[in-house]
């Protein structure tokens, strides 16, 4: 794995369209969801996209539910619990009783690749630059987002340029290592949960989208116009998505993928 500090115009203060950890009082409220604009803090240094050699394997950041708004001020200091009714929370003992009165199905998936949002990874403990992907719910019934610990349950997909212009992953979920920290979030109609995944430095602009994992449901979003990098397809042979990909017997071979078809693997 290759970092490189690529990204390096991103302005000292600027206006991004986004979201945040912690969000001032929101005015203008609005029934249909639209991108907000983020005002971010200023950065000590120059935030980079990451470059890999091979697939990585990611978990994305939850950072919160908001209700919807025209502003939202990103600070990257802030845990974003600020941001969640306590009311609203459901640990992990309490989830078959709500699995009966409320669903994860009707939310709108919306990604915001054209908005850069630095902030600092939780698993890693390093600043990279991410995009923001927004979980709206547009309906008239509360429904409910599950994730765990601090993340959410997703990866990306690319368009293989190369051949058969398919879509394969570039991500595999990481190891979870803890059976506990399952969460759920009641998500109200006019309000919507923020999700940031990875920017990545690579030779191609093509085709990208998202595979969401949202409890039982499953979400493939809308494509978008991103970076990436042909080698992303590539699987490292000392990694866990190779060795599950060989392992047929004990596990299902594409579970790490949330159903996408690595490129090179037949599922037949």
């Not at 309490?94 to 669903?103: A, F, R």
């Not at 850069?116 to 939780?122: F, L, T, V």
């Not at 397809?233 to 790490?256: E, Q, S």
């Amino acid at each position: 794995m290759k970092k490189q500090n690529l990204l390096t115009s991103i302005p000292i203060l600027f206006l991004l369209l986004s979201c945040k950890s912690y969000i001032k009082p929101a005015t203008n409220v609005k029934e249909k969801f639209h991108c907000p604009a983020v005002v971010q803090k200023q950065t000590k240094h120059p935030v980079a996209c990451l470059e890999m050699d091979f697939m990585n394997e990611v978990f994305f950041e939850f950072r919160g539910k908001y209700k919807f708004t025209d502003t939202l001020f990103w600070d990257d200091d802030r845990p974003w619990q600020d941001s969640t009714s306590e009311n609203d929370f459901i640990n992990e003992q309490s989830q078959p009783e709500i699995n009966d009165s409320l669903h994860t199905d009707g939310f709108q998936i919306i990604p915001d690749y054209r908005t850069s949002i630095y902030c600092k990874n939780h698993l890693y403990g390093e600043t990279y630059c991410y995009f923001p992907v927004y979980i709206v719910n547009e309906t008239s019934s509360t429904k409910v987002f599950y994730g765990k610990d601090s993340y959410a349950f997703g990866i990306q997909e690319a368009i293989d340029t190369s051949g058969s212009k398919q879509w394969h992953p570039i991500e595999a979920m990481a190891f979870d290592f803890c059976g506990n920290g399952s969460f759920g979030v009641k998500v109200h109609p006019g309000e919507f949960v923020i999700l940031l995944v990875l920017k990545y430095q690579g030779e191609l602009a093509n085709a990208m989208r998202l595979r969401i994992r949202i409890g039982e449901s499953l979400y493939i979003s809308r494509s978008f116009i991103g970076s990436y990098s042909a080698k992303q397809f590539n699987i490292n042979k000392d990694t866990r998505p190779y060795r599950n990909l060989k392992d047929r017997k004990n596990r299902p071979p594409f579970d790490l993928f949330y159903g996408a078809i690595p490129k090179g693997h037949d599922p037949y």
